[in-house]
Every structure is written in C-alpha cells, then in structure tokens.
C-alpha cells in the first residue's frame, strides 16, 4: 500500500541526528528537506514522470562541462578553432568532455521531445497549470537557442556555415529582419564579431535566463502539484498520494544514471569531431544543421520562393503560438488522451510531418549524386582532420625589440646615462613610466630637442614636487640623454 | 487504463529507520556516480600541471666573428621560441657576451638574480648595474655588491656552422644557488 495521506501531515518526520540538528537550528534545513522530499504525487510514482528531473539533471551536466571547457576556449575567430582542436587532441579528457556536451545537447533535445510529450499526452497542463506551461514553452525556445549558439563556437567548416545558413533565415523576417541579422552578427557578414556574441549568449544571456526560467517552472510546478495519471482530476486530486521520497526519486535517480551511462558510452566511443577550420572562402561546402533542425532547413527549401514569407515565417510563428495557448484552448477538466483527439492528433500529426521532412531531406542528400559525394568528402575530411596530430599555432614575433641595443651612437651615450642616472627608477627602465612618475615615450613629439634640455636643467614646479633630482650633466651628455629621450616611441 | 497507484512491488509504509537507510543508500550512490565523473574533469583541469616543461630551446646570438674580439661586454637581443599552451610565442630577451680573455667569452642573462630587473652593462664603470636595487657586478659577471644573492647566470651557449646559439632559461631569484625555473 503506497502510504495514503494528507499531503500536509507531518508524520514520517525523518528522524534528525547530531549535526543535522546544529545545521538546522541555523538553516531549518530539515523543513525544507521535507518540503522539497513530501511533494505528494497522487496515484503515486511512475517512470512516465522521471524526463523533467532528467532534462535539469542534464542542463547541470552541460553547465559542468561547459565551464570547464571554457578554461581553454577562446571565442575569436583566430583562436577558437584552434582552441577546440587543443581540447580535442591534447588535453586529458578533453575530447571525452567535448563529446559529452556536445551530445548532451542532444540528449536534452530528445528529453525535451519525451517530456513535452508526456505533458500533452497525460493532459498534465490542465488546472491552473497555465504559467507552468508557458514557462516550459520559454525554456524550450532557450534550450534551443543554446542548441543554436553553441554549433557556431568550435569554428570549423561544419558549424560556420550552418550558422551562415542559419542566421540567414532570420533576414527573412519582415521589416526587421536585416538589421536583426546585422545585430546577430555583430555586422553583415558573419566573423570574429560573430562568434563574439554568440559565445555570449551561449555562456552568459541564455543560461541565466534559463536558471531563472527553471526555478520558475519547478516553484510554478511545486505550487499547482504534481498532476498524477490521466484519470486524475486537474484540479481537485483525489488519488491516494504517495510521496517524491524515496520511490519517485530513485526512479529520478536510476533514469538519469542511465541517461549519463548512455552519454558516457556514446561519448566514450564514438567522440564527436572537429572539421577543418573555417574556411569563409569555400563555395564547394554544403552545410547542414544538427539532425533536429534538418526538418526545419528541408521545411524552408519547399516555401522558397513567394510562399518563404508565409511558409517560412508566419505558419511557425503561428504554430507556436498555437502551442503555447494550448491550456488556454484546451480548458476543459478531462484529461483521457482518447477524449482530447484535437490536440493529441495536432500534436501527432506535427511530429509526424517534422520526422517525415527530416527523412524527406535525409533521403534527398542521399539521391543526389553531386550532393552524396560531396557530403562524404567533408565526413572524410573530419576524420582526417581529427587524425591529424595538433597543430601548434604560432605566434608572429613581437615587433617592439628590447631596447638594449641601438645603432645610433649618441642615442646609445644617451642610453647609458639614463641607466646610470637614477631617472629609471621612476621612469621605468626603458622610461614606460611607474607609479611613482610619467611616461616619458612619445616625449620627443612634445618637445623640441632644446625644450627638452632646458626642462633637464630647469624643473618644473610641478616636476620638483613630484620627487625630480636636479639634472647635473655637461653639455654632450645632456645631448646624448635628450637624443635618448627623442628615440622613445 | 493504469490502477491508482499500484506498483509491482508493494512499499511497505516506510518506518523511519528504513527511509533515513534508503537516503543513505541514494547519497551513496549518488557520491559515487558523481566521483565517477569528476575524474575526467580533474584530470581536464590539471592537465598543464602534467605537461612536462619542455627544453630550453636553442636561440641564434649573431655570427661568431662579432664575438672572437671583444674588448668589453655587449647586449644582444635574442628571439626565444616558447610553447605556451596551445600557440608558440616567441618572445625576447636580452644577453651580454662577455669576454673572458685570450678570445674566449661567456654569455650571460641579462636577468638580474636578484628580482629580474634587467641588468645594464656601463662601460665607463667597467661594471654592470641593476637600475632596480642598485646590484653591481664585474665586467664578467661576478656579484660585488647590493642585493643579489650571486653572480649573473651564464647560459649554456654553442657554436653551429658559425653561429653563436645560446639556450635562455629563467633561473629563480632571490637564492643563492642558480636553478633553473620551469
């Protein structure tokens, strides 16, 4: 018998030891350990509700990863690809990690399919679960925009065009659509800027904004309850309930175990690549998106054209507002999926279409002669590219030469008698300046040769207060030392 | 169409004993996973502390014949190739060849032992002086007076097809006895 109680009772209190009652009596850690562990679910725990623990479970996963790669990415157009191939070749683990983010992403794609199915198919929106849902809805438009952003960063021939493609579409946008493209790209053409705001969206914008979202989705889902199966009522449960702990989390738990199994072995053995670096030039490459944006790009090659803006534009904006209103539309208490065919069908018939294009332009780039050969020569050029040992990237030389040594003789004079005078102690040895005085580089453009001699004989008072010796040189020293001074540049 | 509720396996209603055992179980096995993980990722942060330090590389001075007539020290900036992480940089730094006597010399940093300033070579002292602290030392090198704990550090130095080449290492500072950092 699942325990049948009220979900507010405040028997079954776990019993509280030593430490964790001097923890609590500071943090009240316990009640809010039995508020987060009580969480009734009424009709008790099932494996149906275990994909929205295994989504955050997995965000967590891409916020690790993703903070430790960043301790060797570089997001500018010089360096990032080189960066990731350093990751990919030479760091411990580094390709494992990459791996793992990477298909992480997906994961959590998959998981957001599984879950917003789940949700739809239970009628788990229903009752007062309206905010719930829209909040779910942003999260989703988030996650997607991580997808999004984060295929731009590693900088190879792969995630430079798709992204080129990608942002592309937005121009298509009525009215704003150009210069909401040029503000993407930091500019009309895609580049370092690029890759600027992408690593910042995809580092800083969205996963806040996703953190944010998610406490709002949990504290909205803790507020409305778990809604339980589909014979349950939305808004009165009447289910024995049972609680989160421990059954509900162990299968949390045991599900997102297998998730992070199945990632680990998947990333273990089959890692993901690294193509060649972008080349901006290149018109023989053809781009294709991740596998589940490949509906929408074979989706966009069949309204091109006069339908592009229709097609291309309104009908998605319109289905997404059409699936966000759902609890709005579908308002009734009946939550049996056979009794609510409108929007199970919609919903339905909308993955089908969506797996079909994506087969559809599968089958296409497999058709095609042209298309085929040329998919496989960039698949075989990424597993070359990762064959290949790292290549070191070399720095030009620093053109500033240490200032030890120059050819003009009175200007070398002048070196010495500046190192023997104590002017480099404030002035700083080649005279950059310190703390303690100014910079004497570019001085020479300030002052003629017979200013700058006077001034050495003849401080300013505002040279005097600052802490300047008197200069006591004679006349061809004082040259040399003002000959010095002319070179600093 | 599911029964309320009713799962394979029956709980039983938990007694306390059982549900704090079954929590120690879960964190457990939670640790566990968890550790697990974290060892790629330590293993990915501590990487460039397992990189072993590379050799000195060698870097060319200038063509011996400059050097077989000195009549007192002279600066050269030399180019030294470093790998730095994921790129080579080439940075550079200045030596004095100087003259030992019967046209042999040595070549020595210019890197004060001291705290790293660069050491000028003032010929009309006949000796060489920190700007810094005010360190001294003869025209060969040798510590006289001021805050370095001993002399400046001669490099390891080669001729190659009429090259002079010289291997520039960073030496610690502020101790007596010269050993190569990093």
């Given amino acids: 018998m699942p325990d049948p109680e009220h979900p507010l009772s405040q028997e079954n209190q776990r019993p509280i030891s030593g430490w964790m009652k001097w923890l609590d009596r500071r943090t009240d850690i316990h009640s809010l350990l039995n508020e987060a562990l009580d969480e009734p679910i009424p009709g008790g725990a099932r494996w149906a509700y275990v994909f929205g623990s295994g989504l955050l479970y997995l965000f967590l996963s891409q916020v690790i990863t993703g903070v430790f790669l960043t301790l060797y990415y570089v997001p500018s157009s010089d360096h990032a690809h080189t960066t990731v191939s350093y990751i990919s070749k030479v760091v411990s683990s580094g390709l494992f990690l990459r791996s793992i983010h990477a298909y992480g992403a997906t994961a959590i794609i998959i998981l957001l399919f599984l879950h917003i199915s789940q949700t739809l198919l239970y009628g788990s929106y229903k009752g007062r679960r309206e905010l719930l849902w829209l909040s779910g809805c942003f999260l989703l438009a988030l996650m997607l925009g991580m997808a999004f952003t984060g295929y731009l960063l590693p900088w190879d021939q792969k995630a430079y065009f798709a992204t080129a493609v990608g942002t592309n579409i937005i121009s298509e946008v009525p009215l704003i659509g150009e210069p909401l493209q040029q503000l993407l790209r930091g500019g009309p053409q895609m580049g370092t800027l690029t890759l600027s705001r992408f690593f910042v969206l995809h580092v800083f914008v969205l996963p806040g904004m996703l953190i944010a979202f998610i406490a709002m989705h949990v504290f909205l889902f803790r507020k409305a309850g778990a809604a339980g199966p589909f014979k349950e009522d939305p808004v009165y449960p009447k289910l024995p309930t049972q609680k989160f702990y421990p059954r509900q989390l162990v299968m949390d738990m045991v599900a997102s175990l297998l998730i992070v199994l199945a990632l680990a072995l998947v990333a273990y053995f089959v890692p993901v690549h690294l193509g060649p670096e972008a080349n901006t030039s290149d018109t023989s490459y053809i781009p294709r998106p991740e596998w589940y944006y490949l509906p929408i790009f074979q989706w966009l090659k069949v309204v091109s054209g006069r339908w592009s803006l229709f097609g291309g534009i309104l009908l998605p904006g319109l289905l997404a507002l059409l699936f966000a209103a759902i609890p709005f539309l579908d308002r009734g208490r009946e939550r049996r999926p056979w009794k609510r065919p409108v929007v199970v069908a919609g919903f339905a018939i909308f993955v089908a279409c969506y797996a079909g294009l994506g087969a559809i332009s599968y089958r296409d780039d497999r058709t095609d002669q042209n298309v085929a050969a040329q998919l496989t020569r960039q698949k075989q050029a990424e597993i070359d590219y990762m064959r290949q040992p790292f290549q070191i990237q070399s720095q030009p030389s620093n053109p500033v030469p240490v200032a030890l040594v120059t050819a003009d003789p009175l200007i070398a004079k002048g070196t010495a008698i500046f190192a023997e005078q104590p002017c480099g102690g404030c002035h700083g040895d080649r005279g950059e300046g310190t703390t303690e005085a100014p910079a004497l580089i570019g001085i020479g453009q300030k002052y003629s040769s017979n200013q700058l001699a006077f001034l050495l004989h003849h401080r300013t008072p505002q040279m005097i207060k600052g802490g300047m010796p008197p200069v006591d040189l004679n006349q061809a020293d004082t040259d040399a030392l003002v000959a010095y001074l002319r070179s600093l540049k | ?182």
């Fill in chain 2, 1 to 182: 169409m599911p029964a309320p509720a009713h799962l394979p396996e029956q709980m039983p209603v938990p007694v306390p004993e059982r549900r704090s055992f079954l929590g120690l179980l879960l964190a457990a096995a939670g640790g566990l996973v968890s550790a697990t993980l974290a060892i790629p990722l330590m293993r990915f942060a501590t990487f460039p502390l397992r990189v072993p330090s590379e050799e000195a590389s060698w870097s060319d001075v200038g063509k011996i014949d400059e050097f077989l007539s000195l009549a007192e020290p002279v600066a050269r900036t030399i180019d030294v190739k470093k790998i730095d992480g994921w790129r080579s940089s080439v940075v550079q730094n200045g030596v004095y060849i100087v003259p030992t006597g019967s046209g042999n010399f040595k070549v020595l940093s210019s890197v004060c032992p001291h705290l790293g300033c660069a050491v000028r070579w003032i010929g009309k002292r006949d000796k060489f002086i920190c700007p810094c602290h005010g360190g001294t030392f003869t025209n060969i090198g040798v510590h006289i007076s001021g805050p370095p704990l001993r002399a400046m550090d001669e490099l390891e130095s080669k001729v190659e097809n009429g090259i002079l080449k010289v291997r520039f290492q960073y030496f610690r500072q502020l101790v007596a006895k010269k050993e190569p950092v990093g």
